[in-house]
Structures are given as structure tokens and as C-alpha cells.
């Protein structure tokens, strides 16, 4: 892969000399094939571009960049007598500045028997061109001198190109990892964040519960406090309580006077009479039992089937309603 190099200089300074510098760099191979650039005069900057971004991006596609200084480079005035490096519009400046900034390497190139600036005669953007080492390039000995150049610029654009691709590699790893950490912390985020969910929907899936078992038990309590409180219920009631009971002894008295009546039949039945069937006294007290049994039995269990109806009417006992017919009632399930 070629070099591609960008030469600044200053028209009014060194303009033929860098102008033949670049024909000999030429020769040597430099700007030979589709890789090798030289960038010498930036004249194709569109109206109303920034000039400077034009200059940044040109010097961001150069390995080496060669500042031409001649020997007026330092003393060169507009036309109202002003230094041009002291103008912070000066386009040379600008080039000089924004190449020292890069990650280019710095050639300054005297030409003309020129000698290199001090630090303390350059405007502060550009005074490090003092400290990088000067290549003298001699009127009488140019040829020989830029033959000597060449190889350096190659070597030195191979180290540039080299360290930038470590760079843009190492770039490119850099963030490929930053990538990665990135994805992997957005996953763990999300799964935070999913575990956050399932631990608020499980607590308000138990809050949930905890409420609907308070409200079983506020029912079921309430529910408990309502039979408790409420009033005294009677059984339906059939029949009138007097007329029940005048019923009841009615009965009494009925299967007392047919007791009576078997009693007085036992004791003045005539056994010697020739027309009875019954020989004996234990005869005749079978008899009575059989008699007893049949007339008096029936009124006298009527009578104590309605005696106890009758006396439960008057107590006023509460019903529970889970005994009623036909009602089941149970509490709720607490969960």
C-alpha cells in the first residue's frame, strides 16, 4: 500500500521549489499507483465549504506531510503589511496547525538555503514545527538530496499507515468489546428487569390473596354476628296452643274413663255364670289388658304426641337456618 503525502507551502515563499520537489518525488515513485496521493494544492473546495473541514479531512487521508519553508516563510505580509502567520485566517496556517493536530508525520523541508523557525517566532497553534527535525533540500544539490528524502518518507509513511491500521484495529476490538459488554448489560438488565416484574406481579398476586381471604373472613364473621343477632324464630304453628291443649286432656280424660270402665268390668264380672266363656281370673285379667290396650292406648298416645308440641310453642327458641329443610349452609374455604 502507498504513501499519499501532502505538501504545504506558501505561494509567495516557496512556490517553484515545491513545485520541483514534487515533480522529483514523482520519480521516485510516489503517486506512481492508485494508492500513492499527493496532495499539493487544495483548489476544488466547493463555494461556501469550510475550508478548514476541507483541510481536515485532506490531511486525515495523508501519512506525511512536508511544510516547504523558504526563506521569507517567517517574514511574508499582506498587502496592508501584516505577517500572514499571524493571521488566524491564513490558509497555510491553517494547513500547518491542522497537520500538527493530526496523527500525520510533520516534515518541515527548507529549501533555499532556508533556516528552520524558532519557536518564539511562530503563533502558539503551530510553534511545536519547531521541535520536529528539518530536512535542508540545497539549490545545487536538490536531485541527490530528494533521493534521500524518498526513502525516508517511505518508510516513515509505512510506520503511519501501519500504526493506523493498529489503530483502526484496535478501535474496531475496543468497541467490538464495548459492544459486548453492552449486550451483555442489556441483557442482564432485562432480565432484572423481567425478575423485578415477576417479583411485583408475585406480590400482588399475594396481596390479592391476603385481601380476598380478610374479605372471606369479614363475610364468614359478619355472616356469624347476623345469626347471632337475629331475633327469635318460631316453628310454624299448625294449630292454635289452646285448642291443642284442651285437645290433649280431652284424650287424658277419655283413656282414664275407659281405664276406669275395663277396672270396674275386671272386678264385677260373674265367673259362675253358666253363659261366660272366661273360667279364671287370669283369664279375665288378659282380657282387661287386651281391653285396656285397645280403647284407652290410642286416645292416651295422642295426647302425649301433643303435649310436648304444645309446650315447645311456648318457649321462644331461635331457629338456626342451617337446620332448616331443605338448606345447607357452610362457611367459606379461607385460602
Avoid at 99 to 123: I, T
Avoid at 159 to 180: K, T, W
Amino acid at each position: 500500500m502507498g504513501v499519499s503525502l501532502f505538501v504545504s507551502y506558501r505561494r509567495d515563499d516557496s512556490s517553484s521549489a515545491s513545485g520541483r520537489l514534487v515533480d522529483h518525488l514523482r520519480g521516485h515513485g510516489f503517486g506512481s499507483d492508485g494508492d500513492d496521493q499527493i496532495f499539493m494544492d487544495i483548489d476544488d473546495i466547493p463555494p461556501g465549504a469550510d475550508y478548514r473541514q476541507v483541510i481536515d479531512e485532506t490531511l486525515a487521508r495523508s501519512d506525511v506531510v512536508l511544510v516547504v519553508i523558504g526563506r521569507s516563510w517567517l517574514t511574508v505580509t499582506d498587502s496592508q503589511g501584516r505577517r500572514r502567520l499571524d493571521s488566524v485566517s491564513d490558509t497555510h496556517r491553517l494547513e500547518v496547525a491542522a497537520a500538527l493536530r493530526s496523527d500525520a508525520h510533520v516534515v518541515p523541508v527548507l529549501v533555499e538555503d532556508a533556516e528552520p523557525p524558532h519557536a518564539d517566532g511562530l503563533p502558539d497553534d503551530i510553534a511545536d514545527l519547531a521541535f520536529r527535525n528539518a530536512f535542508s533540500v540545497r539549490n545545487q544539490t536538490f536531485a541527490g538530496d530528494v533521493a534521500r528524502l524518498a526513502p525516508s518518507l517511505q518508510q516513515i509513511g509505512a510506520e503511519v499507515r501501519a500504526g493506523r491500521e493498529r489503530a483502526e484495529l484496535e478501535a474496531r476490538e475496543q468497541e467490538a468489546r464495548a459492544n459486548a459488554v453492552r449486550v451483555k448489560r442489556d441483557r442482564q438488565e432485562r432480565e432484572q428487569e423481567a425478575e423485578r416484574v415477576r417479583a411485583q406481579q408475585r406480590e400482588e398476586a399475594e396481596a390479592e390473596a391476603r385481601i380476598r381471604k380478610e374479605d372471606a373472613e369479614a363475610d364468614y364473621y359478619q355472616t356469624l354476628t347476623e345469626k347471632e343477632s337475629a331475633p327469635a324464630q318460631r316453628l310454624p304453628d299448625r294449630w292454635p296452643t289452646r285448642i291443642r291443649t284442651v285437645t290433649a286432656w280431652i284424650l287424658v280424660a277419655i283413656a282414664a274413663l275407659l281405664l276406669l270402665i275395663s277396672v270396674i268390668g275386671v272386678f264385677t264380672y260373674d265367673l259362675d255364670s253358666p253363659d261366660n266363656s272366661i273360667s279364671s281370673r287370669t283369664e279375665l285379667f288378659v282380657a282387661f289388658l287386651f281391653t285396656t290396650v285397645l280403647f284407652a292406648g290410642i286416645p292416651a298416645a295422642l295426647a302425649v304426641w301433643i303435649f310436648p308440641r304444645t309446650w315447645r310453642r311456648g318457649n321462644e327458641e331461635p331457629v338456626d337456618p342451617s337446620s332448616a329443610p331443605g338448606r345447607t349452609w357452610e362457611p367459606p374455604a379461607f385460602q
